[in-house]
């Protein structure tokens, strides 16, 4: 597996172009406003993208979903529960956008546990609310790599106090991701990347009181 990232706007996005070497499949995850790059990426690797992976349905995360499968034809993919924010962030007018981006309905309405194929690549979707509702980690076990969006970042974790947060599910989502092996290779939505076991301050935590 191969994982290129580009630091994409509109805040700073980190924006990933996973590619299975053998197959030359791609995915996306997380595309932000770096569609193009993403794509010239993927045009210089010789891979074709047929997945748009998100982490959850915030527009600063998602922004280029649309533009990407129009070019591409590849499907997008989100957590059921945060499926609704894609056709939402359509009609919702932010500062850091310089207009909203179109209307797109996922093609894939992810579970937990829900797998997905790229050539042998298998990517397994793991639930894990508190950002949102709906905010889910894609995990590659063969390539020991974990895409967390806005749930872990190195260091901390991405905010709760948003509409569809929650501090006490963000809590139990990243004790959860604590179980997985040590040596995890993080990629977050933001900051530099992390390895699992680096993350030692996930253990001290406690639940909030509400
Ligand atoms: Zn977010």
């Known amino acids: 597996m191969l994982v290129e990232k580009v630091v994409a706007p509109p805040l700073d996005n980190n924006a990933y172009l996973i590619v299975d070497e053998t197959s030359k499949q791609a995915a996306v995850v997380d595309p932000a406003l770096g569609g193009q790059q993403l794509l010239a ?15 959850h ?34 009609r919702d007018t932010r500062w850091f956008l310089p207009a909203p981006p179109p209307p797109v309905k996922a093609d894939v309405q992810l579970k937990e546990g829900s ?33 967390t969006g806005d749930t872990l ?14 501090p006490a599910k963000m809590i139990f989502s990243l004790r959860r991701i604590k179980e997985l092996p040590p040596e995890t290779h993080v990629y977050p939505g933001h900051g530099p990347e992390t390895d699992l076991g680096d993350e030692t301050w996930i253990r001290d935590l406690t639940y909030p009181i509400v």
Do not use: M, Q
């Open 41 to 55: 990426k993927a045009d210089e690797l010789g891979a074709k993208v047929v997945l748009i992976l998100n982490t």
């Open 57 to 90: 349905g915030h527009v600063d995360a998602t922004a280029d979903d649309g533009s990407i499968r129009t070019a591409t034809g590849a499907k997008i993919a989100i957590f059921e529960l945060d499926g609704a924010r894609l056709e939402k962030n359509a």
């Open 115 to 147: 797998e997905l194929k790229l050539g042998d690549l298998v990517i397994r979707t793991l639930h894990t609310p508190g950002h949102t509702e709906g905010s889910a980690c894609f995990y590659v076990e063969s390539a020991g790599a974990l895409f």
């Open 153 to 166: 970042y190195a260091g901390s974790c991405g905010r709760t106090d948003v509409f569809g947060g929650s």
